[in-house]
């Protein structure tokens, strides 16, 4: 188990390192709390001329995980991904105790919050600019292992279909329904390309920007858990998961995505379906958000009925 973090940085402390690693830019800046973080501590950094930086610390230090997520960041930039711009980083800990980076503040608001406020009009618009951006993040060529996707989805269905009996979410008839589902459809994995995928997209990781028009998309957040996979993976996750709460984007971001259906396609997906929903079960029972937990219990319950013997 990694060490929590259980004394973050003062504000004092932050605003002193943000001005030495910034060799001056971020001198006499303003530091509040973003309490809004939930793996990291994390600060707004406000400048004498107004403008707004992110300054992050991870809640569980982690060099090499930090070193993975600045490379990343700079194939982000590269390819133009819309994601907050990462400015000035520490891994050594010259300026402070704990690695951190300071990236762009970007002004709006994540999808979760602002759902409310965005109409149909809005959500039309949103969709087509959220598809537009997936589109560019999906054509990155990312490969963090040597490993085939096949072999590695092997693996994680597997384990997590385990682990799922360990957790009383699967019996021995239903984990052998799964096995078998999969089996079924294993082959459509073959030959599969890794590309850039986020890994995490709900709403929450969506940031929204009102404009004079309405609401626009602006950018993805929290690349934390971004990997080299499969793009349909994020895409089934979106459009099953995310997307049924604003139904309005769901035309637009399909047609602007441009994503088409062949049997291939058709059979990951369904691999992917059942996947999510029990990575999600261990996840979230290991991350203690219970809520989430139950989502993915029902779903799995309800996609198991569908598959019981009349």
């Known amino acids: 188990m990694q060490r929590i973090l259980t004394i973050p940085p003062s504000q004092d402390e932050v605003a002193q390192a943000a001005d030495e690693i910034s060799g001056g830019a971020l001198a006499r800046v303003t530091v509040e709390p973003w309490p809004r973080g939930r793996s990291h501590h994390a600060y707004v950094l406000t400048t004498p001329g107004e403008e707004k930086f992110l300054f992050k610390v991870h809640r569980r230090p982690h060099a090499g995980r930090m070193r993975r ?35 762009d503040f970007i002004s709006g608001e994540d999808a979760a919050r602002s759902l409310g406020t965005v109409s149909f009009t809005d959500q039309h618009r949103v969709g087509a600019e ?38 009383d979410a699967l019996d021995q008839e239903s984990h052998a329904t799964v096995i078998a589902y999969y089996e079924e459809r294993r082959d459509a994995l073959e030959g599969v390309a890794r590309r850039l995928t986020h890994d995490d997209l709900n709403l929450a990781n969506l940031l929204l920007q009102r ?13 934390e858990r971004a990997r080299g996979r ?81």
């Open 69 to 103: 997520f600045l490379h990343l960041a700079e194939l982000l930039r590269s390819k133009q991904v819309p994601h907050p711009t990462v400015r000035w980083f520490d891994v050594e800990k010259r300026t402070l105790e704990v690695p951190y980076y300071i990236q």
């Open 130 to 167: 959220l598809g537009q951006g997936l589109r560019t993040m999906h054509h990155v060529e990312y490969v963090d292992t040597p490993m085939p996707w096949s072999t590695e989805l092997d693996d994680r269905l597997r384990t997590r279909a385990a682990e799922c009996r360990f957790l």
């Open 211 to 223: 404009r004079d028009d309405g609401w626009h998309f602006v950018a993805f957040l929290d690349f």
């Open 230 to 310: 499969d793009p349909l993976l994020d895409l089934v996750r979106l459009e099953s998961w995310t997307l049924p709460a604003c139904p309005a984007m769901v035309a637009p971001f399909k047609d602007a995505y441009a994503h088409f259906e062949d049997d291939q396609s058709r059979r990951r997906s369904e691999i992917y379906e059942v996947y999510l929903l029990l990575a999600g079960i261990v996840w979230y029972r290991q991350n203690e958000l219970p809520e989430r937990e139950r989502f993915c219990r029902e779903r799995l319950h309800a996609w198991l009925a569908g598959r019981a013997t009349p």
